[in-house]
Each structure stands twice: as C-alpha cells, then as structure tokens.
C-alpha cells in the first residue's frame, strides 16, 4: 500500500526534506493561531453559540460537535499534504485517506468526551472539581498512550525478532517489556506506554539496526525510566497543561458550562499549546543530551552514535541546523550537536532536573485540552502513527 516517496535530501521544490516538512508546520501552526485569535478577538464563540446553561446538555454538545468537525476539515489540507506527499513514503490516497479518517474520527470521540465530562462537571459541581476532572482526563490519556496509539493508527503488534533479546540483554533491560509493533512510517520510535514505565513501545524496523546501535536506543529508554525522568515528562507536561486551562478560563473570564465557553477554551488552549511549542523544547533538549550520556555510559559512546546517526536518517535527516531554528521549534537536538555533545565525554547523565520528552508529551495531553495544535506540527502532521507517539530521540 506504499511507493517510494521523497529520499533523503530530496523535498518539495528547492527545499529540503525537512525544510519542506518545517514549513508545512510553521503553515499548520500559524493557521491554528491565527483561527484561534480570531475567535477570541472577535468574540466569534459568543455570536455562534449559547453563552447561557440553559441550553440542553445534549444540545449544547450537538453544536460543538459539528465545530469539532469543521477545526479538523480545516487542518485535511496540511494532512493530506504532510501525510501523502511531504513524507517519506507514500500511502496510496485512498489507504491514506482512511488511516486519516480513522484518526480523526479518534480525535473527535475524545474530544466531545472530554467536553461532555468538563461541561457536565462544570455545571453540577463547580469550577474547583472542572480542574479535577481536566487533571483526571490528562492522567486517563497518559496512562491509554500505547491503546490509543493502536486505536488511532493500525500499529499491528508483532512477535519480538530475537535481536530484541540480544539488545535488550545488552542494555539491562527486561525483553518482556518489550512491545514491538509493525508500522510503515519510518518516523516512529515509540516509547513509553503509560504514566509509569512498564511497557515499552518500539517499531519492529528497528531489527535493521546494528546490535550495538539497538541496545542504544533501548538503554537511553531504560535510562529515561529508571531516572525518573519520563514520569517528570508526563507530569510536567499535565503541570503545563493544567496551569494552561486555568489562566484560559480567567483571562476569558469563560466557563466550559456552556457551548460558547468549551469553544472559548479551546481558541485559548491553542494558544497556550503554541506557548508550549515556543517553550518546552528548551528543556526538552537537555534531556535528550541527558539521555545520550547515560546511554552511552551502558553501551559505549560508538554504540550511542551509531544509533543517533542512523535513526536521523529515518526521521528528518537534518545533520545541522541554525541555532534559532532549533531553539524555536525542535525539542530533539540535530545530529550534530548530539555527536558534539557525546564526544566531550561528559558523564552526567539524568537528573531530577532532567524531563524528558516534555514538549512532546504535552502536544499529545493537548488532545485533553481541546487543542488541534497537537497534530500539525512539523514531525507529524497527517502521519496519524505519529499522533499520539510523536517522534523522539
């Protein structure tokens, strides 16, 4: 159901690969945050929808449902353009089109869950217990990762190839906590399934690294969790999140008790998401670097820089890039600044300090708040396998 599609350092026009699928999410980000804007500066929520709890539960829910449906046909351009034609391979349009469907359908099913639950909440107990409920649907999300990763892209699970228990042995992992799924998108690294780290997700292409290069990967995830710095990601992520639904509802001065209000908070959760996007891959960055030198502080920093070099060639393959490209916008180092980094010998390795995955756990969490920003960045933007696990280091 594939052909071959853009190869490495080929993209659309004169741009590379990953300059081409960068734009494409500069394109899809901006157009969230100017739609988003809009709706806020010009009080769009209170002219198209009920501002009152007097209009029905179901009612209400009927209205925001149909612009759930709407924000997503908004975004089916920078799908269709970054799952079919800005990638790597290339889906048939009709296979593509239905994974799409599927994981849109997915989206929508949570989010008229999670504005059922805030809405209903909302109104029966008050403001104090709507902030539970939000925390309680990031936590549900965070621990459903790996299902809903399943359920929103065919990720079909597959007999581990006995190189993951050669790997594994290597790193000090437990090959049982290995759940390896088959997807055709080179751009998966899986990772974590829950809020704690007992299953761990990993594409079955990865049987095509070296030995060495695969124990890598699978000791900087053993590192990530025995450190404690995957939970910090997860929880920073619910923190950021959080803090993001409360500032929205004051400043708004809004309440997600009426139509108008869970309409209202979702233009404001975009932004606070794009806030994220700006922020968070600072300190997600630190933890990459982390990572690599506790890995490589297991397996050897050959083993590590083989990993590195090969799996940026699956993803962007974009060895440099300027300083304020990355700052902005990639909370994964490039590979050369990674290979830099490890070749100083620096023994570090994870700290409390140290969150990992941040800014990616809370674009996939943003599916709790309501936010569509969280499927059109760059990395994943129409590749629905990469939705709820984005790509990583």
């Not at 799908?79 to 929508?108: E, N, S, Y």
């Not at 504005?115 to 925390?135: D, E, I, N, Q």
Request: aromatic letters at 8%.
């Amino acid at each position: 159901m594939t052909s071959p599609s853009l190869s490495r350092g080929e993209g659309f026009g004169p741009l590379s690969y990953a300059r081409s699928r960068l734009y494409l999410g500069i394109s899809g980000v901006g157009t969230a945050v100017l739609a988003a804007t809009c709706l806020l500066v010009f009080d769009i929520p209170q002219a198209g929808f009920a501002t009152t709890e007097g209009q029905s539960v179901g009612r209400a829910l009927f209205g925001v449902g149909i612009f759930f449906a709407m924000v997503q046909a908004l975004f089916f351009l920078f799908d269709l353009l970054g799952g079919a034609l800005v990638v790597r391979r290339k889906d048939h349009a009709p296979f593509w089109l239905t994974l799409w469907m599927r994981g849109v359908a997915v989206q929508w099913v949570v989010w008229m869950l999670t504005a059922g639950a805030l809405m209903t909440t909302a109104r029966s107990a008050g403001p104090l217990a709507t902030v539970g409920v939000f925390v309680g649907i990031q936590l549900l999300l965070a621990q459903l990762r790996g299902p809903l990763a399943r359920l929103i892209a065919p990720l079909r699970a597959h007999v581990a190839p006995p190189v993951f228990a050669q790997a594994a042995e290597m790193a000090g992992i437990d090959a049982r906590r290995l759940q390896v799924v088959d997807t055709s998108d080179e751009g998966f690294v899986g990772g974590w399934s829950g809020i704690l780290p007992r299953t761990l997700v990993v594409p079955r292409r990865w049987e095509l690294l070296p030995v060495e290069a695969l124990a890598a990967q699978l000791a900087r995830w053993q590192a990530v969790a025995a450190s404690g710095a995957h939970v910090r990601g997860v929880l920073g992520a619910i923190g950021w999140n959080t803090l993001g639904f409360v500032l929205v509802q004051q400043l708004a001065d809004s309440t997600p008790a009426t139509a108008e209000g869970l309409v209202t908070l979702m233009a404001g959760m975009t932004l606070w998401a794009f806030v994220g996007v700006l922020l968070l891959p600072t300190p997600s960055r630190a933890a990459v670097y982390a990572a690599d030198q506790a890995a490589a502080a297991k397996v050897g920093a050959a083993a590590v820089q083989s990993s590195i070099e090969r799996l940026d060639r699956w993803q962007d393959d974009e060895p440099t890039r300027s300083p304020t490209i990355e700052r902005i916008f990639h909370p994964v180092p490039a590979r050369a600044n990674r290979l830099q980094r490890l070749s100083r010998a620096e023994t570090g390795g994870l700290r409390p300090v140290h969150a990992h995955h941040l800014a990616r756990h809370a674009l996939w969490l943003g599916w709790g708040a309501l936010t569509p920003l969280s499927r059109a960045v760059h990395c994943n933007v129409g590749r629905t396998a990469l939705w709820a696990m984005l790509p990583g280091d």
